[in-house]
């Protein structure tokens, strides 16, 4: 082999290393848009880099964005609310148990409404007394009661008569001429029954008695009777009751009804049937060209606050009826 030939081979050799080298190495990855450090081998400037300590822009827990073609190619997820079953009906619900207490504690007091109207007074140890009494179905329309105003009573200035359904039991607040307030609590002793009188009309007749339960710490005890003699007549019959004693009769207040009765009659009412408490009808009311009866003025003024109310509960009674 002459020096030429030689020269020419070791070059060609030298070609194929530097060739199969090249072959060898990974290629390069492509170029992404990200910004990091780790896919350039230069060091970044910090005008155009951000800091190795902050994250990058439009991500709060340092997770760097996402390139254009990235965010077009993922689709907004869909979020969903829990949906609220039954939530427009608690407003209906709590309106419609309000109505069914009125109802209940209405029903109780009924066979007391005998009492409502103006009545006259008189008692061993007390001055000439005339209670009126008449519906409240204003002051709590949750709680209706039977209330009594007396401006020369000694025993009762003032008294609210209820019927609590949690416990089945007929509640009585009072005040007296003295400005002091009674709480009491009772139930009838003799039931409510409606007799023939004298005259073969039918009479009302009940006892109704209450035991006072002390407001603050005392040594002595009240007790308080509702006695319905007749449509006409009632007695209230009070007992105290000293230490570890029996109880002791105070006085008795014999009732008698001024007028007639305003809550029965010994005949169907026909359309003088009181729209709220189905009593008789004494005064008339009227709401959109249409006239209505009531009992009493406390009916009057229930009716006047919310005819609407009143006129449904009419409208359900003709249903049942």
Not at 23 to 44: E, Q
Not at 93 to 104: I, N
Not at 248 to 270: I, W
Not at 290 to 309: I, L, N
């Amino acid at each position: 082999m002459n020096r030429s030939s030689g020269i020419l081979l070791c070059a060609l050799s030298s070609s194929l290393v530097s060739l199969t080298i090249a072959c060898s190495r990974p290629a390069a990855p492509p170029a992404t848009g990200l910004s990091s450090a780790t896919h350039s081998s230069a060091t970044p400037s910090s005008a155009t880099q951000p800091s190795a300590t902050q994250p990058t822009s439009g991500a709060a827990d340092g997770t760097p964005n996402s390139s254009p073609m990235e965010t077009a190619a993922t689709p907004p997820k869909k979020r969903f609310q829990p949906i609220q079953l039954g939530a427009t009906s608690t407003t209906g619900a709590s309106s419609a148990a309000d109505e069914g207490k009125l109802d209940s504690v209405m029903d109780a007091l009924k066979p007391l409404q005998v009492l409502l109207g103006r009545w006259k007074g008189n008692a061993r140890k007390a001055l000439l007394d005339q209670p009126e009494w008449v519906w409240d179905l204003t002051t709590d329309p949750r709680q209706p009661a039977l209330v009594i105003k007396s401006p020369d009573g000694k025993y009762i200035r003032e008294g609210r008569l209820t019927f609590q359904i949690d416990d089945q039991t007929y509640r009585l607040t009072t005040t007296d001429a003295e400005g002091i307030t009674r709480s009491w609590k009772g139930n009838f002793t003799r039931e409510v029954q409606d007799v023939a009188g004298d005259d073969d009309k039918l009479q009302r007749t009940y006892k109704l008695e209450f035991v006072e339960s002390p407001l603050v710490a005392s040594d002595e005890v009240w007790k308080l009777a509702l006695s319905q003699q007749d449509n006409n007549r009632y007695l209230i019959e009070l007992d105290r009751q000293r230490g570890a004693g029996t109880f002791v009769r105070v006085d008795t207040v014999n009732t008698q009804r001024e007028g007639t009765s305003f809550a029965l009659s010994d005949s169907d009412y026909g359309d003088k049937e009181c729209i709220i408490s189905q009593g008789l009808g004494t005064i008339s009311v009227a709401y959109k060209g249409q006239s209505y009866w009531v009992c009493c003025t406390g009916c009057k003024s229930a009716f006047e606050d919310d005819p609407e109310r009143w006129l449904a509960k009419l409208a359900e009674r003709k249903k049942t009826n």
